[in-house]
């Protein structure tokens, strides 16, 4: 008798494991709406944030126990908690609601079965665990027609993208419906190159796709200029010429869900320009909903304020009067009425809410039109997260005062300075916070000298308590671009923010592409030009101290970049030239001091060109001590990761003490 393969016998384990992981996530769910049952008789909100962070503390110990890495703890039960959050709501709406509950709904959305429109529909009926009778549409005019029609009971609107922004045309069709905004639904828009079985990126010479995914994917076909765009009226479209074309040649951009539904394959993945990529849908009804005082509701406003000085603004005040947050506004042309807009806002508040109406009442006053479009549940659930303790890595908890500079007229006084701005400015990305009482913890790699599994590189460093990477040597790489996109692609799935270091001025494109923030190294803190670009970008930056400039010389390259309208700004001291060594500079910690008493800016220092090993640590905690609120740290990924992180943690522990 042939005995069973090992592999055999361990896989069929695993599947066992899964199965029964499964079934008790279902239970799971299950007993999540039981919690939901009784939030609706005791009226409590959807969300305890508290004991959310309590089971997450309790979870992640466990893990640790059991030899789980605490990041992939959090991450995988933040997604749990979203989903019974979001299950929870759609329990509570469809019990505020009876006189809408029905076992089918007729949906309309933009395309056929497989496009991004159908997918979200599909996500969204499935979550209330109702049929779903589709009617696939060619137009937003169309959808909208459906539903006025009561040829559907929904319809549901692309409104926005992550990296494409705003679809107009949608904002356009509110203007002159009587639909209303009856909920959302945000999807993850994961974009492939669909060809059929077998085909080759080599061999395609058209691409079939919606305006929205050409350009939310330029950066991919920029690379790709010989390839033939074709226009199409939505994905499946897209998808549904390349199936029914005799040529091997043609692909379409879509999804891998969806192009499964047409039997291609995936030959490239992961095209948009950005590495978060979503696309926010809204729901529309003929009739309005009532949103459970326990959930949290989003309000959908148009309005138009007139053509007088400051009457936006005046608007506004009202809103902030009445403390509602406005979470988004938009402008559109009012047709007929040239140079007139109409402004589209979402306000977090449910509209039941008294602030709410007395701040509608007050806008009827002084606007000359404004309508509701609709309230809605809210289905952006905000992760909850831990600190650093709760991860093992121990919180700062004091910081040194901040010596005290006499105020004379702020506008006479550079924006770097504390006359200038009283507060300390912090930069913030992701996990990363630096300044305002946060001290940062970055490694820094070189991607030339980087090789082996990103995904394993960044866990470890993630492990050892880093909050970003700063990686260097991008013009020394083979492949840098190609490098860069599975490096920062494995930083984002562990929540580390990606740093480049721009050495010259020809890789700020390069770096801007892929990077949350910037690092101009000291060598190009002279270049006056490149500081002007980097001052008129969106992106976090970090600028470098050059080893032969002085305090005065570095403030005044800060200046030039705050002049130019970006205000996130990190100053990194990474030492000056000596006559100590005539090789390697020394920290200036002196300079750090200055620095500190001078201006509002966090200041982070790198001890990768400055420090021997033996002094890292030592010169790292007097840097702290001393007022810094960040550190860069050298990790040699060609040396031994695991001895060299364990030393970064043993630092970064003391430091957090």
């Known amino acids: 008798m042939t005995k069973p393969h090992p592999l055999n016998h361990t896989r069929e384990q695993i599947t066992a494991l899964d199965n029964e992981l499964l079934a008790l996530l279902a239970k799971r769910r299950d007993l999540s709406l039981d919690v939901a049952r009784s939030k609706e008789v005791d009226i409590r909100p959807i969300r305890d944030t508290q004991r959310e962070k309590e089971l997450l503390a309790r979870l992640v110990q466990q893990g640790r126990e059991q030899g789980l890495d605490a990041h992939y703890v959090l991450s995988l039960y933040q997604s749990i908690i979203e989903d019974s959050v979001l299950n929870q709501q759609a329990y509570l709406q469809s019990r505020a609601n009876p006189d809408l509950q029905k076992q089918q709904y007729s949906i309309a959305y933009l395309g056929a079965r497989g496009s991004y429109s159908y997918l979200a529909a599909t996500r969204y009926c499935e979550r209330r665990q109702v049929t779903m009778h589709d009617l696939g549409c060619k137009s937003f005019d169309e959808i909208v027609q459906a539903v006025e029609s009561g040829h559907a009971d929904y319809?549901?609107?692309?409104?926005?993208?992550?990296?494409?922004?705003?679809?107009?045309?949608?904002?356009d069709v509110l203007q002159h419906t009587s639909l209303a905004i009856v909920g959302e639904t945000t999807i993850e828009v994961g974009h492939c190159l669909l060809a059929k079985p077998g085909c080759t990126l080599k061999q395609i010479k058209t691409v079939y796709a919606h305006p929205q995914p050409i350009s939310q994917c330029s950066r991919f076909l920029s690379q790709h200029g010989n390839v033939k765009l074709e226009y199409c009226s939505s994905s499946a479209e897209a998808m549904e010429k390349v199936t029914e074309s005799q040529d091997d040649s043609v692909a379409a951009i879509g999804s891998a869900e969806g192009g499964a539904l047409y039997q291609l394959e995936a030959i490239e993945q992961e095209l948009a320009n950005q590495k978060i990529n979503q696309s926010r849908f809204i729901v529309v009804a003929r009739k309005a909903i009532a949103v459970p005082s326990q959930l949290p509701a989003k309000s959908t406003l148009i309005m138009a304020t007139g053509q007088k000085p400051g009457a936006l603004v005046e608007a506004l005040l009202v809103l902030k009067a009445h403390n509602l947050n406005m979470s988004k506004l938009e402008s559109r042309p009012i047709p007929g009425t040239p140079w007139e807009e109409m402004f589209y806002l979402d306000l977090d508040a449910n509209l039941a809410d008294e602030s709410m109406q007395k701040a509608l009442k007050e806008l009827e006053r002084i606007t000359r039109f404004i309508k509701v479009l609709g309230c809605y549940p809210c289905e952006t659930v905000s992760p909850t997260q831990l600190t650093n303790s709760q991860l093992m890595i121990e919180p700062t908890t004091s910081r040194q005062p901040q010596p005290l500079t006499s105020v004379t007229s702020q506008t006479e006084q550079p924006r770097y300075s504390k006359a200038n701005k009283h507060t300390a400015t912090e930069v913030v990305h992701g996990l990363l916070a630096i300044g305002s009482?946060?001290?940062g913890a970055i490694a820094q790699i070189d991607l030339a000298a980087t090789s082996g599994s990103a995904n394993q590189i960044a866990s470890q460093i993630k492990e050892a308590g880093f909050q970003g990477v700063n990686i260097t040597g991008?013009?020394?790489?083979l492949d840098a671009d190609m490098q860069l996109s599975d490096l920062t692609r494995a930083l984002s799935q562990f929540d580390l923010a990606c740093i480049i270091a721009v050495e010259q001025e020809l890789d700020l494109k390069l770096a801007s592409d892929h990077a949350d923030l910037l690092l101009i190294t000291g060598k190009e803190m002279f270049n006056k030009p490149l500081l002007k670009k980097v001052g008129a970008m969106h992106s976090p930056i970090i600028l470098e101290r050059n080893t032969m400039a002085s305090v005065e010389e570095f403030l005044s390259a800060a200046e030039t970049i705050l002049t130019k309208g970006n205000?996130?700004?990190?100053?990194?001291?990474?030492?000056?030239?000596?006559?100590?060594d005539a090789l390697m500079p020394a920290l200036d910690l002196a300079g750090l001091v200055n620095i500190k008493a001078l201006s509002h800016l966090p200041v982070i220092i790198n001890t990768s060109y400055a420090c021997a090993p033996a002094t890292v640590n030592a010169q790292s905690l007097a840097a702290k001590q001393l007022g810094a609120d960040g550190l860069i740290s050298l990790i040699d990924a060609t040396q031994d990761l695991p001895t060299q992180l364990q030393q970064h943690n043993i630092t970064l522990r003391a430091i957090y003490q």
């Open 474 to 477: 991008i013009s020394q790489a």
């Open 567 to 580: 205000q996130q700004l990190v100053l990194c001291e990474s030492g000056i030239r000596t006559f100590n």
């Open 155 to 171: 319809g549901f609107l692309p409104i926005e993208n992550t990296s494409s922004g705003s679809i107009n045309e949608v904002y």
């Open 437 to 439: 009482q946060h001290f």
